[in-house]
């Protein structure tokens, strides 16, 4: 797999430090986990139905903090399948992942740990590996898009700090999404759209977000074709040939629109079939102690007492959107209410900084947003188009930015702002790393031995002695906090500050983002 070419010793040490900060976040939970009580949150806390061995206590010790808050839905589905009707708001790609791993990898520590300590342990494991391969990905679409090796580089290792990193360890769907997109992203750019579709597909199968994934495609086939009529004289061009052209960009465009689309209107009707169709009534094969669960919680289980959910009589009947309207109370401008303010301050800093990104681009390429980047500028003409963060081929993924923080801030519960972006958005690291490689002079003198003026004296980052091996401009900068500008010090303590607090907070079931 191209991911971790050898001959590239940048995407080796983006995949080490990826690896060394999951390793450590896991070791954080941990101690964090131990150090404080859990908080008694008003969350989803299914029952156990085993007693837990000396083993699966361990497990539970070392890495049950991962298991908060919606991580327990994924755990549940993975365990029980799709019981309660709220449990639909999750997309089973990644619950499906956890079931495979915990029954087909671990089987062979069935005989120590239950099923539910083998799930949180494919849980740790396999978000482990989305994280490091998204950063790789990641990486590689940065150098692709960007044409910036060193923005490139700088904005996958902050991927590694992500202020939403406490989401990429628990078990949560965010960290397989990221790389299921980042990797789709990057497939579409070199020109792999069979692949680029599949990789969508996939990542539609965990988030419901990833639909809007299908825009990539659309545009990807508009501006082919918009950029085709520029080439040559219009009298030269024979109307037949143009219309076949046409017929075969928009089949293809609707093709894989439908592809991404294919496994949300399947989980949709496999939920129809489950809690509407007649005769599935699943009461007798329910445990006791979830049906207790379900009638002292007013939870709904699967056609209990033959009784179908409103939803089963709509036109459309699409129970993803029903469950996020009655049990989260997600709509538009719902969560505008006083009592939500600091809500409102958390989502803040992602709010700004994509914000500013996209005023950044606009600003720089005002012919080329109004044309919506279809028209060939002069310097593509030339072959020599812009590179870095205002590129024109980064106006697709501010307008998807743009679109997912619109979206978020006016109709979904803002605090989730940060892992939403942060997980479905290269945006967030990429405009990051230009502001850094823009405004920090330590990051203009990187790959040099030659400080510059009046800051003689820089750390240097573990493992920039070896040879062949990388500065890590992220490590630098830590390690002469004081020297950085006002700017690093936000961006840095942004990321820092929310992947500690997220680690300290959500793993013991307070609130966080």
């Known amino acids: 797999m191209e991911l971790v070419r050898r001959a590239d010793p940048q995407l080796r040490e983006v995949v080490w430090f990826a690896v060394r900060c ?3 976040t896991l070791l954080l939970q941990a101690v964090f986990n131990l150090l404080i009580p859990d908080h008694a949150a008003d969350a989803f806390s299914p029952p156990q139905l085993s007693e837990p061995g000396p083993w699966d206590v361990l497990v539970e010790w070392l890495l049950g903090g991962l298991s908060h808050w919606d991580a327990e839905h994924f755990l549940f589905i993975s365990e029980h399948g799709y019981l309660y009707e709220h449990n639909c708001a999750f997309l089973p790609l990644y619950p499906l992942s956890l079931w495979v791993m915990a029954r087909g990898v671990l089987w062979p520590l069935q005989r120590l740990l239950r099923l539910r300590s083998r799930l949180l342990l494919s849980a740790a494991l396999l978000n482990s590996l989305f994280s490091v391969l998204g950063a790789a990905a990641l990486y590689e679409l940065g150098r692709v898009v960007l044409r910036q090796r060193r923005v490139a580089f700088l904005a ?7 202020p939403a990193s406490v989401f990429m360890a628990a078990a949560y ?7 299921l997109a980042f990797s789709a992203m990057w497939q579409l750019e070199k020109g792999q759209n069979w692949l680029s579709g599949l990789l969508f597909s996939l990542a539609s199968g965990a988030r419901a977000n990833g639909l809007i994934n299908a825009g990539f495609f659309l545009y990807s086939c ?7 009529l520029q080439e040559g004289s219009g009298s030269t061009r024979k109307l037949l040939p143009l219309w ?12 894989m629109s439908a592809g991404i689309f294919l496994p949300f209107a399947l989980f949709q009707y496999y939920a129809y079939v489950r809690f509407c169709g007649p005769g599935t009534s699943l009461d007798y094969t329910i445990p006791e102690p979830l049906l207790q669960l379900a009638r002292d919680k007013g939870y709904h289980p699967a056609t209990m007492d033959g009784a179908k959910p409103p939803w089963c009589s709509q036109r459309v009947p699409v129970v993803y959107t029903y469950v996020q309207d009655i049990y989260w109370n997600v709509g538009f401008l719902r969560y505008f209410e006083l009592r939500q303010i600091p809500n409102f301050l958390l989502a803040l800093p992602v709010t700004l900084l994509v914000s500013w990104a996209a005023w950044t681009y606009i600003s720089t ?7 919506l980047g279809l028209e060939r500028s002069k310097s593509e003409e030339e072959g020599k188009p812009r590179d870095g963060f205002c590129c024109p081929a980064a106006f697709v993924y501010v307008v998807h930015a743009t679109a997912l923080l619109a979206f978020g801030f006016s109709c979904m519960h803002v605090q989730v702002l940060t892992r939403f972006l942060g997980s479905s958005s290269p945006i967030l690291y990429w405009f990051s790393a230009h502001l850094l490689q823009e405004h920090e002079p330590l990051l203009w003198s990187a790959g040099t031995d030659n400080p510059p003026p009046g800051r003689s004296v820089l750390g ?16 630098r900068l830590l390690l002469n906090w004081r020297l950085i500008t006002h700017l690093s010090k936000s961006i840095l303590g942004f990321f820092l500050c929310y992947w500690l607090l997220g680690l300290i907070l959500h793993c013991n079931f307070l609130p966080w983002t």
């Open 22 to 24: 999951r390793a450590l």
């Open 222 to 228: 508009s501006k082919r074709f918009a950029l085709q």
């Open 173 to 179: 769907s965010e960290s397989m999404f990221a790389f």
């Open 156 to 162: 996958a290792l902050l991927f590694s700090l992500s």
């Open 460 to 475: 240097k980052s573990p493992g920039s002695c070896g040879k062949g091996t990388p500065d890590n401009p992220v490590v």
């Open 244 to 255: 076949k052209q046409v017929l075969s960009l928009v089949s293809s465009a609707a093709l």
């Open 365 to 371: 390429n005002p012919r080329h947003c109004l044309t």
